[in-house]
């Protein structure tokens, strides 16, 4: 079945495209911010906010990524979780739930279109999630995570051009298609191109490139090696090493919605030589 709707969605992007001149600018701007709201609510939200708890929010910044999350359609927050923690636990080993040993196509799609392994599923469901801020409020979305998803990514931009109801569907496709590709590189491509800045031992690598269509998640090499670091990169300045999910953060944080930012959080020992706003532990 995932096979499938994947076929489908990548079908209908590339109709999409083929027929682009035939749909209203306006739907065209309205699938363009969807795309960015999207892509930083997984990179600011779903990744640094939920798996890593780099940074502690307000329920209204949880609720408002919760929602561009589930138009995604990368999984649930608590999907991301139980696949994420064990990625960076056991990371290009037997154990990582997409071992990039095993080639691109398997790190980036092919891991989903397969049933886990009983000791990888056993650990995924082992995972815990009671130290989770609005625990609750995740596992309620978790359950109805599918049918809320598919229904917000094809009914909103349909409230905001109804009257193009094949262009929505089509424009969608391609929009979900391109997400879903953008959050799957930095399992892939990262793993396999680019530089070390902080671990040669770490598999995964920095790639500019990547960075650039991921919100700032190219630098992998050194969140593998610093996970709950909220920039996700070595840099404070998130325009020279390009990141605007830090921006967003940082701009949360200006507005009083996040707080206590952590910055240079290393995997081994997560409680020594890190600072909160600005303030070294």
Known sequence: ????????????????????????RRLWCVQCVLMVLIGVSATAGAHRLVVHQAYEAVFGLHAFYTLFVLMGLTGSPVGWITTHRLHHRYSDTDLDPH???????????????????????????????????YRRFYEVVHRVFTPLGLFLT????????????????????LRVS?????????????????????????????????????????WHNYHHAFPKDFRASPSDDWLRQWNPAQAFILLAARLGLAYNLKVGCGADDPDRQFRINGRWY
């Open 1 to 24: 079945i995932k096979g499938a709707l994947l076929l489908l969605l990548h079908l209908g992007g590339i109709i999409a495209l083929v027929r682009w001149r035939t749909f209203s």
């Open 99 to 133: 071992d990039s040993r095993k080639g691109l196509w398997y790190s980036h799609f092919g891991w989903t279109l397969q049933p886990r392994r009983p000791e990888i599923q056993r650990l995924a469901e082992a995972e815990l999630t009671s130290d989770q801020p």
């Open 154 to 173: 094809f009914a909103v931009p349909y409230c905001a051009c109804p009257d193009e109801p094949l262009g929505v569907a089509l424009t969608t496709m």
């Open 178 to 218: 391109v997400g879903l590709n953008m959050a799957a590189s930095v399992n892939s491509l990262c793993h396999k191109y680019g530089t070390v800045s902080k671990d040669g031992t770490i598999r995964a690598r920095d790639n500019f490139w990547n960075a650039l269509f991921t919100w700032g998640e190219g």
